[in-house]
């Protein structure tokens, strides 16, 4: 196993790991401390259920796409030899990772901030 492949199977791992957390925050109404940014309480936010609510489909989409991205990685640079392809694959993903990353402190700023 290279660098590289390992690289991808931790990838792939995270994005399971966002999946696992979304559904979990969907479900009990507590956010993962991995979501959020230190500087906010969900004990003490203004609207916790809005913030879940307003984040649920981009964790979902970040966490499949997060998958995603490791997967064609491991495809593409590793099965069948293209590294540039694969290079352009991770060029895109931290172009939305980076989009998501000022939605979600949009979102904690708007419904995490105590009142």
Avoid: W
Avoid at 44 to 54: E, N, Q, V, Y
Avoid at 55 to 60: E, R, V
Wanted: proline share 3%.
């Amino acid at each position: 196993m290279t660098t590289m492949n390992l690289a991808d199977t931790i990838i792939m791992f995270v994005g399971f790991y966002f999946l696992v957390s979304t559904a979990m925050m969907k479900v009990h109404g507590r956010v993962n401390r991995m979501l959020i940014s230190k500087k906010y309480d969900p004990q003490k936010a203004r609207d916790l259920p809005g913030f879940i609510s307003c984040m649920y489909l981009p964790n979902l989409v970040i966490g499949f796409v997060t998958m995603a991205v490791g997967a064609a990685h491991f495809v593409v640079a590793d099965i069948l030899g293209k590294e540039d392809i694969g290079i352009y694959i991770y060029m895109a993903y931290v172009i939305l990772f980076v989009i998501y990353a000022f939605r979600l402190a949009r979102a904690q700023k708007k419904y995490l901030s105590p009142s």
